[in-house]
Each structure stands twice: as structure tokens, then as C-alpha cells.
């Protein structure tokens, strides 16, 4: 986040106006931030910060003031990476996710997938209660070949294994939709290229970050979109409209 507060990113801002924006990976702590991002003019900030330094981090920008907002699940294993916020808004809960990598080691995929599992049942539990969710995030997971540029070359790496993609598959039976998908089911669009091969150039990259709504939020969903053009990382923006 310190990096892209000297690539423009308060100009983008100011330009795209967006009613929200999650950003993770933003390996930084309030503190550690300049006051003109950590407070922008026309929006209340959030940020929930790793206790290790300069790892992990989510950080949400919203117009509305949300009514609550929630810095974890209540589970210090996962909480304490900083990777989750919560906001609680008139019509929806919004979750703001960084989901684990599981590329280290065995130990932190399975991680990932105790994660994934967490995640799951806290969101099932707010939809229980009669709420509407939207989900923004980076997943670390393509889902499907269609979201990868090499699928073959990627069956054992982390990110596209069996096991990660059939959980994406198990969450989507439980009542959510991958917003993009409702719009474009083509190839060759992805939100990750890895930079040490400058493959962002060629296009060889992945589609990790997401919105995913409730289904009863479809009608909701006007566009879905991901913002290809926009450098400054490793990833690129995507986006989600809503109407009530």
C-alpha cells in the first residue's frame, strides 16, 4: 500500500469514485501509513494490519458509513494475519478477504483450507440470520482452466490443485455466484501475473480475485468487470454494480 501511494493511486481514486474499494496485501499498519491515505477525503477508512510486520493486511474505503464492521471471525489463528473485515451496511454485509497462499509448504495449505473452511461456516452462519453478502477477495485459487493461462503446467502448484478448486465448487453450491462468470464465461482474463516473468505482458496469468454475491443478491448485479489496464501490482483491480 506504501508502494502504490506513490504510483497514483490517490489520482485512480479520485478518477473511478468508487462507493467502495477493498484492497488486501496491504503489508502495512495505519500507523506505518500517510495521513493522506489513511484518511480520504469523502470516505470513512478501515484497516485491519498482520501482527507480524509488512505481511498480509486488508484495508476498505467506503462513502456510507457502515453500521458495524468486524475485524475477524473471532478465531485468533486466523485473525492474528490480519487478512478480514467485515462491514455490515442497510442492505448487504460486505466481507473484504485475503485468503491464504498455500504455496510455502504443506502446513500452510492446509491452513488455507482450515481458512477456507472458517470462512465458510461463519458466512453460512450471517445467512441463517436472513443476511445478504457480498464477497470481495483475493482467493488464491483459480477456479476453473478457463481462469488460468498454463492449467497443465499448474495441476500440482497450489493455487490450482484438486483440493482448492472442488472447495470453490463446494461453496459455490451453498448459495453464492461468482459475479464475473454472469457476465463472461471466455478465457484469457486474469487478475494475477507473476512480475519476475513480466508475464502480465504476454497475458499468462490467473484469475484470483473475485466478487461473489449471495443468490439472492442476483438481480442486484448489474456489471462485473476486471480492470486489466490498471497497473501498480501484481494484480489488477476487478469490480462489482450493484442496484438496489
Known sequence: MRAVAKKGFLEWMDSESPDVLCLQETKARPSQLPSKIRRIDGYYSYFSAAERKGYSGVAFYSKVQPLEVRYGFGINRFDHEGR???AFYEHFVLFNIYFPNGNSSDERLQ?????????LEY??????EGYSVVICGDLNTAHKPIDIARPKQNEKRSGFLPVERKWIDKFLSRGFLDTFRLFNSNDGNYT?????????ERNVGWRLDYFFVSTDLKQCVKEAFILSEVTGSDH???GLELDS
Open 192 to 200: 494475477w501475473w507473476d512480475l519476475k516473468t513480466r508475464s502480465r
Open 123 to 128: 458466512i453460512q452462519g450471517l445467512i441463517h
Open 111 to 119: 491452513y488455507k483450507m482450515d481458512f477456507y473452511e472458517a470462512f
Open 236 to 238: 489488477c483491480p476487478v
Open 84 to 86: 478480514i473485515l467485515i
